[in-house]
């Protein structure tokens, strides 16, 4: 059941706005003024929709757009402005602050409904990618920790085991799949012949005519 | 308060029926609805009379669109359209027409009221 965020110093509207989200499947989180609007979007988990009335004591509508664009937290959050303003430059104003939508009042209460299920999905949507912006950014993290798992020599090709053995590829691969024979014979191959001991990054062996430790091995 | 004759005839006219169709068939918010308005209305008209006696544009601008919109839910007509003109008037600095204006919406909304508490009951 998703939340909704209303803003609105009318008692009235406020009282009916209540009752149509409740009857529609939504739940309300009503407040009088724009102070009190600010307050409920800084808490966890905010309301995904908000309707937000532009005429409010202190902190008014087009402020309150201004601060749910400039809150990345509040980045799903899908706002209808709602105004008595009908010029078209206020329309614009609405939407330029901010807004998602505008609805001048008063309004058809089924305009609203349809309004709410189109900021719905939209809202939803947002939200899904956010958590999938979130499980791709977690996704790469672990891929550049994973890298840093294999660091091959540039010049000689062989791949440092984790326990920090340089190793033929061969031999590596043999060794992921019977552990322990393969990781024998790598502890002597790299003993005896990589005197490069711990490279920072993935694939990086300085050349051979480089002051810095190197393979020395081809 | 206007006499009844120079009330718009959508105000004496206005039924709680058709603010129930508004809502969508529900009597009962209707009636909610019309029990909060009778409670607010009078604190809004003395912010809109004090306003206008400290000839305080900016004050009367915003109480009159305040009232504008909680009218607004009830009826298109009538006080709605004086609220607006009072707020439009404050707007652009016309104060002499304010009076006028505020006595003829004090009027308009009396006769409202009046209507809803015969037709609801309440007080």
Redesign the interface.
């Known amino acids: 059941m998703m939340r909704v965020l209303v803003a609105d110093?009318?008692?009235?509207?406020r009282?009916?706005l209540t009752?149509?989200l409740q009857s529609w499947g939504y739940t309300s989180a009503v407040v009088m003024d724009g102070g009190a609007a600010l307050n409920a979007l800084q808490q966890p988990d905010p309301p995904l929709l908000a309707i937000i009335?532009w005429?409010m004591p202190g902190v008014d509508g087009t402020d309150l757009c201004r601060y749910i664009r400039a809150t990345p937290a509040l980045a799903a959050t899908y706002v209808i402005l709602l105004t008595?303003n009908q010029d078209r430059s206020d329309v614009v104003a609405g939407l330029e602050s901010g807004a998602d939508d505008y609805i001048i009042?008063?309004f058809s209460?089924?305009e609203l409904r349809a309004r709410l299920r189109i900021g719905s999905r939209i809202a939803g949507l947002q939200q899904a990618l956010a958590a999938r912006v979130d499980e791709l950014q977690h996704a790469l993290g672990n891929v550049k920790r994973l890298s840093g798992l294999l660091p091959i020599c540039a010049y000689c090709k062989k791949i440092r085991n984790s326990e920090d053995y340089w190793m033929q590829v061969e031999q590596y691969l043999a060794n992921t799949r019977t552990p322990s024979s393969a990781m024998a014979s790598a502890r002597s191959a790299c003993t005896r012949n990589c005197l490069y001991t711990r490279p920072s990054k993935i694939a990086v062996c300085p050349i051979p005519n480089s002051s810095s430790p190197r393979c020395a091995t081809s | 308060m206007l006499p009844s004759a120079t009330v718009p005839d959508r105000v004496n006219n206005w039924t709680s029926a058709d603010l129930a169709e508004?809502?969508?068939g529900?009597r009962t918010?209707a009636h909610?609805?019309i029990a909060?308005?009778l409670l607010?209305y009078p604190s809004l008209l003395q912010s809109i009379r004090a306003s206008a006696d400290r000839q305080d544009r900016e004050a009367i601008s915003?109480s009159a669109?305040?009232m504008?919109?909680?009218l607004?839910?009830?009826i298109?007509s009538g006080p709605t359209v004086t609220a607006r003109a009072l707020e439009r008037a404050a707007a652009d600095a016309r104060l002499a027409d304010v009076p006028a204006l505020v006595e003829q919406l004090e009027g308009e909304i009396q006769a409202l009221a009046a209507v809803m508490r015969r037709q609801t009951g309440a007080r």
């Not at chain 1, 110093?9 to 509207?13: A, F, G």
């Open positions: 110093d009318d008692p009235v509207l009282h009916a009752s149509h009335d005429n008595g009042k008063p209460w089924e | 508004r809502l969508g529900n918010l909610e609805l909060i308005f607010e915003r669109h305040a504008k919109g909680t607004a839910n009830f298109d």
